[in-house]
């Protein structure tokens, strides 16, 4: 099925740019802070301005915004490329904020030039109290006035690290009276001693990020500069400084970031379960991260087809991460391998099957796609099968295997139970059985009607395998709403992970590389962990078969 052509109020504005000819190419960026790895918020940004270059046969720059040296790392740029590429785009040009320092420098001293900038020497403090509020205009500072000559000499001696840090900035010199906080003399520039992870001690003041961003955009050309609505309030300031320095007028362009229900998309947030070990880093597989969720085996495609299900709006809303499950469930549906596997086994010896047979049945792969064929699996006397899938004394409507009972050992064979064993603690150990010969495949011969069917492993196919059973990082709908004096992590689910030893899977299994992917029939999908080894095999519960949660919730 051809997708339809996607429509929003972004795309509307560029077909109509490109319609009268204001733009002959469009060209967008990703401009994330290496302060943290990307998560599926930042997902929607890079799936909307790679998305759109792309529709557009325009371009997309990625673009570090490494302004702020205190909290970035180069680890997190390599991260972020990596995530990038893997949910599967490809930037045109790389840049850095930090490249253009020096550019930046050149254009604060041409407002200084100009009389629109000047050297305040207000604490922050102090700088707050004369900002003023939402319904009193601010005061000017007693710096305001400071000669072209002085606020050049003082800037440049700030840049060479003569004053201590926070002991001056440089403001745009607008108007402590407009009903907009953000143009009452911003900062441009602030004065930061911090290593830079590119710069290294280079430079001693910092641009601030209104003034940085719509320099880059510009100097990149960037046609559309798509942020999320939070920087509404900034455009105006974003306009004005291009408009001032004369430049090329990048459009910032507002719309709604992506919330999710059960999850918090802030790497502020993101970065505290890391750092307190709630969580075993950033790509652990219960986090929202891109690397967490490779690690989990959601599929990119998943999470493409989910930004682009949810769409472009103006207002905020939150999404029900249901759907966010769904896309997953639909795309690893259409494409795993089936396998079986037994998280809790218990041996199952099947009486009247002789002790020396093999025989291998037909196993479809992926009943949702023929072309993924047909494979053998072998059938012995001695079988496993799940705990659960025997009750002692069953209520009528359990379909499942208990005495005298016969069920279907799916793609094998019908058999009927005669008996268990327990130990001295009541545990069940083994459960014995005869089959119908003439079942072969799982059909009874005289039609009669077998409702249940279970899965099975041969002893003979089985290994031992470590099985990791993520569910939901938070047990509450809005994470960061929490009872008075609380913090977000009262929210965490404290059955987000079981670790179950001693599971089996298929012996093929074992042997598959990190990030592989397949349905372990009636449990779930699965992905092999990037530290799984043949001798110790590990797999990741990507997502149950079924929404078990929201039907556990209503009990
Ligand atoms: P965080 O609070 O997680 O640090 P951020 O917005 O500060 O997020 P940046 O690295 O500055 O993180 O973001 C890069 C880009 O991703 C920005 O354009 C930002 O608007 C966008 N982005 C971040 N979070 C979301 C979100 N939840 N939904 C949509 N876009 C987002
Ligand atoms: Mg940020």
């Known amino acids: 099925m051809e997708e339809k052509r996607k429509t929003d109020f972004i795309r509307d504005i560029i077909e109509s740019d490109l319609a009268s000819g204001k733009h002959s190419e469009i060209i967008t960026r990703f401009p994330p802070e290496p302060n943290g ?31 702020n040296p205190v909290k970035e790392e180069t680890e997190f740029v390599e991260g972020m490329m990596e995530d990038i590429r893997w949910l599967g785009f490809q930037w045109d040009e790389l840049h850095y904020a930090s490249d253009y320092f020096q550019k930046m420098y050149e254009l604060a001293v041409i ?9 305040c020497d207000l604490s922050a403090e102090e700088i707050r109290n004369y900002r003023g509020t939402l319904t009193e205009p601010g005061k000017n500072s007693p710096y305001r006035d400071r000669s072209v000559e002085e606020n050049l000499d003082l800037f440049r001696r ?3 690290g003569e004053f201590p840090a926070g002991s001056r900035t440089l403001r745009a010199k607008i108007d402590m009276a407009s009903p907009n906080m953000n143009m009452r003399d911003p900062a441009i520039y602030r004065i930061v001693h911090h290593s830079h992870h590119r710069t290294g001690d280079s430079w001693r003041i910092y641009p601030m990020y209104d003034f940085a961003h719509c320099l880059e955009d510009s100097i990149e050309r960037v046609t559309h500069s798509l942020c999320t609505l939070e920087f509404e309030d900034n455009r105006p300031l974003y306009d004005w400084y291009l408009e001032k320095l004369d430049m090329f007028r990048s459009r910032q362009i507002e719309f709604a970031r992506l919330n999710l229900n059960y999850t918090v998309v802030s790497k502020r947030y993101l970065r505290r379960l890391v750092e307190e070990n709630f969580v075993d880093g950033w790509d652990d597989p219960r986090m929202p991260t891109l690397c967490g969720m490779r690690r989990r085996g959601i599929p990119p495609e998943a999470i493409r087809k989910f930004c682009s299900v949810i769409g472009l709006a103006k207002r905020n809303s939150t999404v029900d991460i249901a759907l966010f499950e769904s ?9 795993a391998p089936r396998v079986m596997s037994v998280i809790d086994p218990v041996r199952l010896v099947v009486e009247n099957y002789p002790e020396d047979r093999t025989e291998s049945f037909d196993y479809t792969v992926n009943p949702e796609d023929e072309s993924q064929g047909i494979r053998k699996v072998p059938f012995t006397r001695e079988l496993y099968i799940e705990r659960g899938d025997f009750m002692e004394d069953p209520p009528r409507k359990y379909h499942r295997m208990g005495p005298g009972r016969e069920v279907r050992l799916r793609y094998a064979y019908l058999v009927t139970c005669t008996g268990f064993e327990k130990d001295e603690n009541g545990r069940i150990t083994e459960i014995r059985c005869v089959y119908d010969p003439e079942s072969s495949g799982g059909n009874a011969p005289d039609g009669r009607k077998v409702r249940g069917t279970i899965h099975w492993i041969s002893s003979e196919n089985a290994r031992e395998a470590e099985v990791r059973l993520y569910d939901r990082l938070f047990a509450q709908e809005n994470p960061l709403k929490t009872e008075e004096g609380g913090d977000f992590t009262d929210s965490l ?19 598959r590389p990190g990030g592989y992917t397949c349905q372990f029939e009636r449990h779930g999908y699965f992905c092999v962990d990037p530290e799984s080894t043949p001798e110790r095999p590990v797999f990741n519960r990507t997502i149950t078969l079924k929404d078990s949660w929201a039907r556990q919730q209503k009990r």
């Open 158 to 160: 700030m840049k060479e």
């Open 493 to 511: 689910n404290p059955d987000s992970l079981k670790v179950a030893r001693g599971c089996l899977v298929e012996e093929h299994m074992v042997s």
């Open 111 to 119: 407002l200084i030039e100009m009389g629109l900038a000047y050297v």
């Open 37 to 67: 790895y990307l998560h599926i918020g930042h997902a929607k940004s890079i799936c909307t301005n790679f998305g759109i270059a792309e529709e557009y046969r325009g371009r997309c720059n990625l673009r570090f915004d490494d302004t």
């Open 327 to 335: 896309c997953i469930r639909d795309e690893l549906n259409a494409k």
